[in-house]
């Protein structure tokens, strides 16, 4: 079992920055790649990024490419998803989760953490 913990989202204004944090605990996190998620309301989960286990690749959802970086410090057992210039629609609530496969299908990733809330106003 993997438990993950999202932290830093907030409320910011339109073009600002958030940087969320995903602390993961039981089994080793470096065994597991990391995805981000967000779903808004009314919409379905979408896939926004994800990391490779060492961090030698890296996928992103063309609405954020350019402005979110994922990284992850495997000694520190925590991801991280940096959030900059943001839009009204990036509004939703992020979810890391933890999976065997490098894939954009939430199908894919076995845990989850309890998500945070991002709103970005305009």
Do not use: H
């Not at 995903?22 to 990391?51: H, L």
């Not at 890391?96 to 709103?119: E, I, K």
């Amino acid at each position: 079992q993997v438990q993950l913990v999202e932290s830093g989202g907030g409320l910011v204004q339109a073009g600002g920055s958030l940087r969320l944090s995903c602390a993961a605990s039981g089994r080793t996190f470096s065994n597991y790649v990391m995805g981000w998620f967000r779903q808004a309301p009314g919409k379905d989960r979408e896939f926004v990024a994800n990391i490779k286990w060492s961090g030698s690749a890296v996928m992103y959802a063309d609405s954020v490419k350019g402005r979110f970086t994922i990284s992850r410090d495997n000694a520190k057992n925590t991801g991280y998803l940096q959030m900059n210039a943001l839009k009204p629609e990036d509004t939703a609530i992020y979810y890391c989760a933890a999976g065997n496969l490098w894939r954009v299908s939430s199908t894919l990733y076995d845990y989850w953490g309890q998500g945070t809330q991002v709103t970005v106003s305009s």
